[in-house]
């Protein structure tokens, strides 16, 4: 008895996902976090939500707002942040990288990525540890105040391009660039970084 008891807790423990972690999950339809400390304005709500989950099922009457992102419900029992890919790419564009592990973009309207790669058991994953408070935004007032009017404009211009050419990783964007791959498109890769 006390060895199984042993053997659940290591099993659950090797298992636990870090809370600074939000996961992109393709199969989930909803928004779900567990972290309080990402969320802000978290409160009751009137119509609770039913999820079902290999767990088991769970009533969650709680929700909060992911900075940059909105109202996600909160359910501090959870074992996970979620993201729902369906939801995400409602929000934002969303982009698939198999090469180097880069794994699903997520293109912000300030111009920024935020990465979610897969970790080892197949989990798509950003962590978001040193940026809590700032997950998914970056004002554009921050943006532009370390840049002159051109720089910023040059960058918005590329930006812009790469978004009209299927928004190639980075790295390749820049190699078009540089070998000329673009015609008649002003556009440098000091505009791109």
């Known amino acids: 008895m006390f060895l199984q ?5 290591s099993i659950q423990e090797e298992v636990a996902i870090p809370k600074t972690l939000i996961l992109l999950d393709s199969q989930s339809t909803v928004d779900v976090f567990s972290n309080p400390s990402l969320l802000s304005n978290i409160h009751d709500v009137k119509k609770s939500l039913v999820l ?14 992911l900075k940059g992102y909105g109202t996600v419900w909160f359910y501090p029992s959870g074992i996970a942040n979620i993201l729902s ?8 564009m969303v982009t698939y990288d198999s090469t180097l592990n880069e794994g699903f973009l997520l293109h912000k309207a300030d111009s920024t990525t ?3 790669r897969p970790s080892k058991k197949g989990l ?3 962590d978001v ?3 809590a408070g ?7 007032a921050e943006n532009k105040s370390k840049y002159t009017i051109k ?25 078009y660039v540089e070998n000329n791959m673009i015609p008649s498109f002003p556009v440098t890769k000091g505009n791109i970084q």
Request: proline share 1%; aromatic share 10%.
């Open 52 to 65: 079902y989950c290999n767990a088991g099922k769970a009533i969650i009457k709680k929700k909060g707002d």
């Open 151 to 175: 720089e910023y404009s040059d960058a918005v211009r590329a930006c812009s391009l790469q978004a009209i050419i299927g928004c190639p990783v980075t790295d390749d964007f820049i190699k």
């Open 124 to 126: 798509f994953f950003s």
């Open 5 to 9: 008891q042993d053997v659940v807790c």
């Open 129 to 131: 540890q040193d940026n």
């Open 134 to 140: 700032h997950v998914f935004v970056n004002t554009v």
């Open 85 to 92: 890919l369906s939801n995400v790419q409602k929000k934002c």
């Open 114 to 116: 935020q990465v979610f």
